[in-house]
């Protein structure tokens, strides 16, 4: 009876382990740099079209294909500055108009102006 058990226990194992790696990665996007905008895609189907858009004080977006890994890098022209203590950064990639990814850099807590550090 033990080793019945510890068969069944063992299937479902290997049927979850089999189903987790299985499973497509979920489309993200990583910002890897802001001067100039770099951002980066993984897990998109591979040789798909997608729109990224960017929203730094004024929205700019590019078009790429999708590489045989499922990644992208995209770079935005060199005068789209990220300012740190200026609006937070926005970045979509969309497919056929449907958001797949959402990327959202909160702007951090900077100092006042005319005020030093502490």
Do not use: H, W, Y
């Amino acid at each position: 009876m033990r080793q019945i058990l510890a068969l069944i226990t063992a299937a479902v194992a290997c049927t979850a382990l089999a189903t987790q790696a299985g499973a497509a990665p979920k489309p993200a996007l990583r910002l890897v740099s802001t001067t100039p905008l770099v951002v980066a895609g993984t897990g998109f189907k591979a040789g798909t079209k997608v729109r990224v858009t960017a929203d730094v004080d004024s929205v700019r977006a590019r078009t790429v294909r999708v590489g045989k890994g499922g990644g992208f890098t995209v770079r935005f022209a060199d005068d789209f500055v990220f300012d740190r203590c200026g609006v937070p950064i926005v970045i979509e990639a969309r497919i056929s108009g449907n958001l797949r990814a959402l990327l959202k850099r909160p702007q951090p807590a900077c100092p006042l102006p005319g005020r030093a550090e502490a």
